[in-house]
Each structure stands twice: as structure tokens, then as C-alpha cells.
């Protein structure tokens, strides 16, 4: 199971970017990706969630309305659309899998620690 991560920069307030997660040695579509966020000084958070199969959605409260998460089915490939970012937002974000379930529930996106593999972060920088 590899995850690779790309599409971080540095924009201003109100702006957008679109991170990118490329999956490797399994199907990203079956089991349950997720994008996660750690600023300094601060704990990892789960940002957003997308359910294996089903494709249920969960975002932190934080960024509904701002962010969407989605999948490429013929790329491997798991996107977070971020729009509006704000200089809250500013982070390293990573995507990771808690492969081999699929469950896509926001006590799955809090409990950080269940995440089993990760690919490596994306910085973000929100300028205001």
C-alpha cells in the first residue's frame, strides 16, 4: 500500500487548490480514504473522508462548504478540492487509508491513530 500526495502551495485568503492522493498496490475505490491536516504546534486532524464502495462523504465541521473530496476511478487517484481557504487552513496535509475496511463515519475521521498508512504531506500555505 503506497499513498502519494502532490498539489500543496501557497495561496491567498480565498483562494483555491487541489490536493491529489495517488494510490498505489490497492484499489482506492473499495476501501476508505481520507485527508488529514497537522499546522504546527498542533495535533493531526481528520479534514474529510470518502467510504469504500459507497462513497459516503464526512468533513470536519470546519471546512463544509469549502472543501470536496472525490475519486478518479480510472486514475487511482483521491482529490481534496479546497476553496475558499482561509489562513486557518495553513498545513501540512496528508492523505492516508485505513485500509482494509471501508467505513466512512466521523469517529472513524477523528480517531487519527487507526489510520494505517499514510503518504507523505503536502504543505499549504494560506496567506492573508
Known amino acids: 500500500v503506497q499513498l502519494q500526495a502532490s498539489g500543496g502551495g501557497l495561496v491567498q485568503a480565498g483562494g483555491s487548490l487541489r490536493l491529489s492522493c495517488r494510490a498505489r498496490g490497492f484499489d482506492p475505490h473499495r476501501f476508505v480514504m481520507g485527508w488529514f491536516r497537522q499546522a504546527p504546534g498542533k495535533e493531526r486532524e481528520g479534514v474529510s473522508c470518502?467510504?469504500?464502495?459507497?462513497?459516503?462523504?464526512v468533513y470536519v465541521e470546519s471546512v463544509k462548504g469549502r472543501f470536496t473530496i472525490s475519486r478518479d476511478e480510472v486514475q487511482n487517484v483521491v482529490y481534496l478540492q479546497m476553496d475558499g481557504l482561509k489562513s486557518e487552513d495553513t498545513a501540512v496535509y496528508y492523505c492516508a487509508t485505513d485500509y482494509p475496511e471501508g467505513l466512512c463515519v466521523p469517529w472513524v475521521l477523528k480517531n487519527v491513530h487507526r489510520w494505517d498508512y499514510w503518504g507523505r504531506g503536502t504543505q499549504v500555505t494560506v496567506s492573508s
Open positions: 470518502i467510504g469504500g464502495n459507497s462513497g459516503s462523504t
